[in-house]
């Protein structure tokens, strides 16, 4: 067990949508990553907070948005959602001076 | 901008032999860290094995071990003994130190380990 709680673990939706991902960091982790795995695009770097603060950006489309709340748990906002939007993303925790980021298991997002 | 490559898709090892995935990496910076990432059939992400640019040492973590030869710019994991859970996919991934910590993944290599 990684520390990284991701909720939740499965989610089928339908295009045009809007969902919610959670993420709760490991205890005493200041930094969130997101990432998008895909079967066309790979594992995707799409958004770095720190403390709350957006800190990086990667291939983040606009229709997504996250944020990261006074308790350091963040939530992944995909809105519009297309077919292509299917994958499993991911939530993963570090902090001050450790080499590794921590992954949670993932959410399987469906879009139908 | 940081490009990692791993050249083999899939790979068959015999249980209890040594193997070694590939791992290329291209960068201008001098400061960056190396990992490995383990994902089995069940999704999860999991931490194997870190090599920092400025580390003299080959890092180690039990049966991992990442032979990380910096002049050629590769950083290849090596599982000694390997075991029936070690099938899964498995990434090289890639820190940049001065754009902030996120990774750059490569494509990723499936080891399928044969009893």
């Known amino acids: 067990d990684s520390g990284v709680t991701q909720t939740p673990k499965h989610l089928i939706t339908a295009t045009g949508q809007r969902v919610t991902l959670r993420c709760s960091p490991r205890?005493?982790?200041?930094?969130v990553y997101w990432y998008q795995q895909s079967l066309d695009q790979g594992l995707q770097f799409l958004i770095q907070y720190y403390n709350g603060e957006e800190r990086a950006k990667g291939n983040i489309l606009e229709r997504f948005s996250a944020q990261q709340f006074p308790d350091l748990h963040s939530e992944l906002n995909l809105s519009s959602l297309e077919l292509g939007d299917s994958a499993l993303y991911f939530c993963a925790s570090s902090t001050f001076g450790q080499a590794e980021a921590f992954f949670g298991q993932g959410t399987r997002l469906t879009v139908v | 901008a940081q490009k990692i490559t791993q050249t083999q898709p899939g790979m068959f090892v015999q249980e209890k032999e040594a193997v070694t995935l590939d791992c290329t990496y291209d960068?201008?910076?001098?400061?960056?860290?190396l990992f490995w990432y383990k994902q089995p059939s069940s999704g999860e992400m999991i931490f194997l094995i870190y090599q920092g640019s400025y580390d003299e040492q080959n890092a180690t973590e039990g049966r991992y071990s990442l032979n990380f030869q910096k002049a050629r710019k590769s950083a290849n994991l090596v599982i000694s003994a390997s075991q029936l859970g070690d099938s899964a996919m498995y990434f090289c991934?890639?820190?940049?130190?001065?754009?902030?910590?996120?990774?750059?993944f490569g494509g990723g290599t499936r080891l399928m380990v044969k009893p």
């Open positions: 205890s005493g982790d200041l930094s």
């Open positions: 960068t201008s910076d001098q400061s960056y860290g």
């Open positions: 991934a890639m820190r940049d130190d001065n754009a902030g910590n996120m990774l750059t």
